[in-house]
């Protein structure tokens, strides 16, 4: 018997079926890992549009701060006034020009009450320009 028919230098295959993990468990895990990853990117990407929003400056004037000729004024401009959106806004400008801020109740969406909102923020006389900041009164 020479030595390469001893059993310690024979090649021997051992079974580890029973401890190898099954393909289903890689697939899962793979797909858990991919679920996670994308949860964890769009919840950070919110977080970060959200916190960015706050912190750069502001690209066009705020609502409320102008007081808009309806005569003349630009669809973005329109739209800077509480309660008048991208319809309401093109409908003021396909109506051009208005005598008055009261005629705008021809408008289909403006009712007595909205008109009173929207009065304040309305011109027919003047330019567009900002709007004075409202002091508190002071009773002394």
Do not use: C
């Not at 295959?13 to 793979?30: C, E, I, M, N, V």
């Not at 690209?59 to 319809?87: C, R, Y």
Request: hydrophobic share 40%; proline share 7%.
């Amino acid at each position: 018997m020479g030595l390469q028919d001893r059993d310690y230098v024979r090649e021997r295959r051992l079974d580890y079926s029973g401890f190898a993990p099954t393909r289903w468990w890689h697939k899962w895990q793979s797909w858990l890992a991919i679920a996670v990853t994308v949860v964890g990117l769009a919840s950070a990407t919110l977080w970060v549009v959200r916190d960015a929003r706050s912190l750069l400056p502001s690209l066009g004037p705020e609502a409320g701060s102008l007081i808009v000729n309806v005569n003349s004024a630009s669809d973005a401009q329109l739209q800077t006034v509480p309660g008048i959106g991208p319809a309401t806004a093109a409908q003021i400008i396909a109506g051009r020009p208005w005598e008055s801020v009261d005629a705008l109740i021809r408008i289909q969406g403006i009712g007595p009450k909205k008109l009173q909102s929207l009065r304040p923020f309305l011109t027919t006389s003047a330019e567009t320009h900002t709007r004075e900041p409202q002091r508190p009164e002071t009773n002394a």
